[in-house]
């Protein structure tokens, strides 16, 4: 039967339910165009993505997009890995580097996973910028290379590769520039089309929400969470979302390869082989990181059967970093995916040393009280124009700019204590950013209330 | 202040009411596009024509979409006409040959009416196509050229120039493969967009209802008139619609030459200074084309002032045919417009002469009752496939394919009866329409309830 790109859309525009046929072949058509058979074109793929929109998706019609999408192009075979293949994804927020710590730790305790990142978006920051700090590291592996590094080392960390979902590229485009990037359909199909295509036997998913998340609301980043635990367990996957704080910059640092030094650093501390203490501040710092990185890790480790519940497996994820295996396989996997063993050893040894930016100027506090809160969006967006994220595709990103929190939301401050330390590379990119932090860290004289970190679990 | 496509978007998205800036701003950035400005692209003018279908568009977002569209390219200068300008726009039928009527008739009763038509779409026929069966006529004429013969003979039947609503262009071809094409909204802008280029005093709408109109159900072909009425008034125009029937073929003949045919036979029959009589039974099948052409030229002649009532308004129309002005009118026109006045001249002399399809083929009634009804959108398919219409934009049309109506709904038919007599220029054409037309037409043994004509009169 052949499928009319006009009635698929008609159909999702009277609000109709689109059979697996009719999206199965819209899509395959979307990424076979050429120029004898051109449709749909890019005006049909947008009146398409507005109907879905506007009209919305039942569990079915979901499924069926995100197995489309999935099977779009290649996907990763899985098969060979013998062993539970597991992932996890975040809905991108601001200082958010649990991948760093998280991909190795499951590794070491006996999961397969073939981590596939984005890079910096908008406010958010991008786990395959930060990598790429480190000397010589590539992020694009052919598939094939990645296989054999995931089988020997457990893990590895790649970008997506041209071949991946191209389904998903081309109504990504489509919808960044048609007002069609919102929906909770349409952002599911796109995340979960990649992470499927991953071969997963489990996912876990780290819904943010909060004013540094894209999904401010709670009820909107409940509902995303829901459709994304359907969708994958639908397809087969064991699939378990967090519905997490995104209030203020996860951990201490926020920026590219001040995040990787905060990751390497922790694991340094905790490893027994490694004579590298962090202060007891450092620590406090960063305690929010530790504490999301195990509870995703230990929920991953629970749907892979290494732990009994997820509280187990957060404790086995703590374990992981305590015995030093975690951080040996991450070392592992930067020297087989780096082009300059020598140089990124050297990095990862000392990685306070390796941070070098040209300007640093530091946020003191106006007035005494409690950090109140602040607009996590604005901080992200400062992060980024200090020079660590990107105006437009393809520009190139800051190794070396980013933030340092001294302080967290509920702390007690005193006037003139230093808040925030900012970096760049430029220092004429400092002024910009420290107004805007200026403007939205809040100092207030009650006590504010401390928000769980993580709100809510949501399962099939 | 700077429109940004993508916040026009997603304002209607959201179902918000988009300001005349907005709406003003995305269409004539839409028409202005080129290498540097290539915004609004194809998928974002698809996507917002898809919010605007889901979302709708209330009085004042009409009245701008419709403005900024009308004034998206030339428009035509009425003013140094001197008059009443008027027109009529039908929303499309079979066998409606009405226009070929009406202009004569109220320019002979003092009236202006620069009237730009269009061509066959889908089923239902165009003026354009029957008008240009004349030897030698042409439908492309210079905008100056139109006022000239407006000012002479107080008509003109043209087409739209290339310059004239180009915004209307754009977006009809979109609509017409994005699945947007039936939104009241995005037909009222459309509609009105071109006919208020013409800069008229007053407009009447002929809009259809039954089976042989685009809108088919009452209740949408009333919504669609309301829109018209109300976005035309807003405008400054004086604006009435009518609902009328359109369940079978209007008058005796659908197709090109034959309608032109059939309104020439007719001004001919009430010209007092032309021998040529119809019999009373070809008069009795051309009733209901009479009796639109006077409703509706009686609504014109009303809203510009030459009768105190639409009623009044058709019997002067009437009187038009009677007293030969208008057939003398006609001729004039054509005398005007055509590049071979004495072939056309001699065409129009002896209409059913000029008549020459290569086949026919007569179907009969194959049991004796009431002609009981029909689709009439698969009489108007028959029509086009019998070389009337087109299978796409461009191809050629044929001048003497069509259809001869020899019953009405409701008349008693016998065994045998002829009911429909097929044209065409090419004998294998003819095999499908009569199957087409045999299917639908319905004779039962009760007497049907006539419906009709004028369902409604609506006015601001």
């Known amino acids: 039967m052949t499928i009319h790109p006009i009635d698929v859309i008609q159909h999702k525009r009277d609000g109709l339910v689109l059979s697996d046929a009719e999206i199965e072949g819209f899509i395959q058509a979307l990424v076979k165009r050429d120029a004898e058979h051109p449709t749909p074109t890019d005006a049909q793929a947008a009146a398409f993505l507005m109907a879905v929109f506007v009209r919305g998706l039942n569990a079915q019609e979901l ?61 958010t920051g991008g786990t395959l910028d930060k990598l790429e700090t480190i000397p010589g590291f590539r992020t694009q592996l052919p598939l094939e290379e990645m296989l054999a590094i995931v089988r020997k080392v457990g893990f590895a960390m790649a970008g997506q590769t041209p071949k991946l979902v191209p389904a998903d590229r081309i109504l990504y485009e489509l919808r960044d520039h048609t007002g069609t990037v919102e929906s909770p359909y349409l952002i599911t199909a796109s995340i979960m089309s990649k992470k499927l295509a991953e071969g997963l036997n489990g996912l876990v998913l780290d819904v943010k929400t909060g004013s540094g998340a894209f999904m401010q609301r709670d009820e909107d980043a409940r509902l995303l969470a829901r459709l994304m635990v359907e969708t994958g367990e639908l397809a087969g996957t ?54 999301l990185t195990h509870a995703l890790a230990g929920h991953m480790l629970h749907l892979g059967g290494k732990a009994a519940t997820p509280e187990d497996g957060a404790d086995l994820s703590e374990w992981m970093l305590l015995d030093g295996s975690a951080y040996r396989n991450f070392l592992e996997m930067v020297e087989l995916q780096s082009d300059s063993w020598e140089a990124a050893r050297a990095a990862l040894e000392r990685p306070a040393e390796f941070h070098r930016p040209a300007a640093m100027r530091v946020l003191e506090a106006q007035s005494g009280g ?59 990119l400092l002024h910009e950013p420290e107004a805007m932090l200026r403007e939205t860290i809040r100092v207030e004289q009650e006590m504010p209330d401390r928000a769980k970190l993580v709100r809510e679990v949501l399962r099939r």
């Open 370 to 428: 409690y950090l109140a809160g602040m607009d996590c969006r604005q901080v992200g967006w400062a992060v980024q124009r200090l020079g660590a994220g990107r105006a437009k595709p393809g520009d190139p990103v800051s190794a070396h700019a980013g933030i340092e929190m001294h302080v967290k939301i509920g702390d007690r401050i005193e006037k003139r204590q230093p808040l925030i330390t900012l970096y760049s590379e430029d220092p004429d």
């Open 63 to 123: 499924a069926a997009l995100t197995h489309a999408m999935r099977f779009s192009g290649e996907v990763f075979d899985s098969s060979p890995l013998q062993g539970f293949v597991v992932d996890k994804h975040s809905t991108g927020g601001v200082g958010d580097k649990t991948s760093l710590l998280i991909a190795p730790i499951v590794a070491a305790a006996g999961l397969k996973d073939p981590m596939i990142s984005g890079r910096s978006l908008g406010h």
């Open 238 to 291: 064991k699939t378990v979302a967090l519905l997490t704080a995104m209030d203020q910059p996860l951990g201490r640092f926020a920026g590219n390869w001040v995040e990787v030094q905060e990751c390497v650093e922790l694991m340094q501390h905790f490893s027994p082989q490694i004579d590298f203490t962090l202060s007891e501040e450092k620590l406090r710092l960063s305690a929010d990181l530790l504490e």
